[in-house]
């Protein structure tokens, strides 16, 4: 029991994943520190909700009600909303009005169809060509490994502005969700620590303390409650 995910990959350039997951007898999570933000659609108790999520830059806790489902999109680092940018999202979001178990409004434009976990990218396809959602390409450039014709400065400013984070920041979470991975998936600290470029155990431990909310233990064995991590999904 628990907190039930189902995590793809998307084959959108918007899109990072889009996910579900189910409560069940589970009255609290633990959150985890992400550097994408997202939309996020949820039912309780007969009403339906929509909700943009931001960045949260550490773990914390959040209640959960029982037998909600949810369904959320994972949007690429670099894009953000054309009305609503990514750095007023920062370790925060926004439930939107006047949402239905068919559609919802996105910043005070017109209704959207809420999509089903199959059709998320129809969905963001839509927002894309009416301008709804918008990216900045030097980020994309820099995350594909690439190196823009600007200063060191004007491509921090740019890659704040369009993630409300640092680069250093988005590498330091990257690094430890993927830690979590690998430690629930067995793998010995002292790996992870040598595979991911940890300088020691200890730095490791802070780490996942910061951003993930568990210890290396904890991941292995699948202890201290619901986490808000499909830690089945890594590859």
């Known amino acids: 029991m628990g ?30 520190a992400a550097p994408r933000w997202g939309l996020v659609f949820w039912e ?17 806790s959040a209640p959960v009600p029982e037998g909600t489902s949810f369904v959320g999109i994972e949007f690429a680092i670099g894009t953000s909303l054309r009305d609503l940018p990514v750095a007023s999202l920062v370790d925060g979001g926004v439930e939107l009005a006047d949402a239905t178990r068919t559609s919802f409004r996105l910043c005070g434009s017109r209704r959207w169809e809420r999509p089903a976990p199959d059709d998320a990218e129809a969905l963001v396809a839509r927002l894309v060509r009416d301008g709804a959602v918008v990216r900045d390409p030097i980020v994309g450039e820099v995350l594909r490994g690439g190196r823009p014709a600007v200063s060191d400065r004007t491509l921090e400013r740019r890659f704040r502005a369009a993630t ?37 155990q200890p730095h490791l431990a802070r780490a996942l303390r910061r951003y993930v909310g568990r210890t290396a233990t904890q991941l292995q064995d699948g202890g201290a409650g619901a986490l808000a991590l499909d830690l089945g999904s890594f590859s």
């Open 3 to 32: 907190l039930r995910f189902t995590t793809r990959t998307s084959d959108s350039p918007w899109v990072d994943v889009v996910w579900t997951c189910t409560s069940e007898q589970v009255g609290e999570m633990t959150s985890v």
């Open 44 to 60: 309780c108790d007969g009403r339906a909700h929509a909700g943009v999520t931001g960045p949260e830059t550490a773990t914390g």
């Open 164 to 200: 409300g984070l640092t680069r250093g920041a988005v590498r330091q979470m990257e690094r430890a969700r993927e830690a979590a991975h690998l430690l629930a998936a067995g793998k010995a600290a002292t790996d992870v620590v040598a595979s991911l470029g940890y300088f020691d």
